[in-house]
Each structure stands twice: as structure tokens, then as C-alpha cells.
């Protein structure tokens, strides 16, 4: 069974302080990885696909990286504003409906 | 560009009750995706309308149907309203390589 799980569930840091978010995948082979970032009551917001393994993407402090199991979404010097919930998703090749199966988030709180 | 667009933002509704949502993709996204986000769960996919026709659901029981029309845009329907469909409710385009953009959603309550 397809599946996604995400570390931690909560983090805490403090501004300036850099860190890893963890995503661990099972998947009948990946179609693509997805991370986004969702404010309390928002829709999710696209960060980055990820879609084979040694590959890395950048958007300002964040960057997102992908193995053949896991991937890595590192914040680099955060600011109080990256405070929010990173999700994870993959979409498998095998499935012909496109939809995506999304870890549970990692809350992230960075304090000034 | 505009973004996908959802509504209403809120919507309260008693037991029993039918709730209709609506969604309009990116334009010349033709596939749309809904989610339910309920407190404390992640994101279960719903239900999936490419080109007018719903290609796929989720295990979900058949009281969540929808519909999308020729411009693409989509309705979601619950009929027989029960206090756990209380969510957050989440329609999303999906793009040229897969990756998909989500509106700001409805948030449904039932009392």
C-alpha cells in the first residue's frame, strides 16, 4: 500500500535556527514528490516536485531534496513568517487517477 | 494568472441537510481534484473529473457526488449531512507535470 510519514510532528525553533523536515515514502513506483506549506485554515501552497531520486530544489530558505525512500525539506536561518504546516505527497505512477496521498504534516513554529 | 477558486469560504449546515461547493480551476487546467481535510487527518482525496467526467473516487459512500461543467469548473454535493462531515473541503488543478494547486477551500460545519 502506498503510503507516506512524516517527521516530526511538531518543531519547534528559533529564528535563525536551521533544521530538516523528514518524509519517508513507500510507493509503487513514484510518479512524482510534492511538498507544500498550509497556513491554519488555508488551502495548501505549492513548494516543489521532486520527481527522481538525486535531485534538489531551492526556493528561497528552503530546499528540497529526494532519495529512493525519503525525502528532505530543509529550512535554512528561518524567519517567524516560515512558521506554518509542510506537507508531503507523492502520487505513484502506478495509479492512473493522478490523485495525491499526503503524509500528515510536519507544524512547524519558528519564534523570533 | 488567477488561482483556483472556491466557495463558499464558510458554510454551516444542520444534520440532514445537502451542501453543494463550488470550484473553478486554473484556466486550461481540465482535471480537478477534490479533498476532504477533516481536524486531526491529513488530506483524503475525494474525487477526481477530467474533461467533464468523474474518473475516479475515493472510499467515500455515494453521498458525496459532483459534477464538473464544460468550462472545466466543478461542484461537489453531500447530501445526508452527518456531524463528521465537518472538514475543511479542497479543490485542486492539476497541472502540465503532475503537481497539483489547491484553492483556499470551504470550511463545512454541520450542527
Known amino acids: 500500500e502506498d503510503q507516506v510519514t512524516q517527521s516530526p510532528e511538531a518543531l519547534r525553533l528559533q529564528e535563525g535556527e536551521s533544521s530538516s523536515l523528514n518524509c519517508s515514502y513507500t510507493?509503487?513506483?513514484?510518479?512524482?514528490l510534492f511538498w507544500y506549506r498550509q497556513d491554519p485554515g488555508k488551502g495548501p501552497e505549492f513548494l516543489f516536485t521532486?520527481?527522481?531520486a538525486g535531485e534538489e530544489k531551492e526556493k528561497e530558505r528552503l530546499k528540497a531534496t529526494l532519495t529512493k525512500k525519503e525525502s528532505f525539506l530543509h529550512i535554512t536561518a528561518p524567519k517567524p513568517e516560515d512558521s506554518a504546516t509542510y506537507l508531503c505527497?507523492?502520487?505513484?505512477?502506478?495509479?492512473?487517477?493522478?490523485?495525491?496521498?499526503f503524509g500528515q504534516g510536519t507544524t512547524l513554529q519558528v519564534k523570533p | 494568472e488567477a488561482g483556483v477558486t472556491q466557495s463558499p469560504t464558510h458554510l454551516i449546515k444542520t444534520r440532514g441537510q445537502q451542501a453543494t461547493l463550488r470550484c473553478s480551476p486554473i484556466?486550461?487546467?481540465?482535471?480537478v481534484y477534490w479533498y476532504q481535510q477533516a481536524l486531526g487527518l491529513g488530506l483524503q482525496f475525494l474525487l477526481w473529473?477530467?474533461?467533464?467526467?468523474?474518473?475516479n473516487r475515493g472510499n467515500f459512500p455515494p453521498r458525496f457526488s459532483g459534477r464538473q461543467f464544460p468550462n472545466y469548473s466543478s461542484e461537489l454535493n453531500v447530501n445526508a449531512l452527518e456531524l463528521e462531515d465537518s472538514a475543511l473541503y479542497l479543490c485542486?488543478?492539476?497541472?502540465?507535470?503532475?503537481?497539483?494547486?489547491f484553492g483556499p477551500g470551504t470550511r463545512l460545519t454541520v450542527l
Open positions: 485542486a488543478s492539476r497541472g502540465a507535470r503532475y503537481e497539483q494547486f
Open positions: 510507493v509503487s513506483g513514484l510518479r512524482g
Open positions: 521532486l520527481y527522481s
Open positions: 505527497a507523492v502520487q505513484a505512477i502506478s495509479s492512473n487517477t493522478g490523485k495525491l496521498i
Open positions: 484556466s486550461g487546467h481540465t482535471s
Open positions: 473529473y477530467d474533461e467533464g467526467e468523474e474518473r
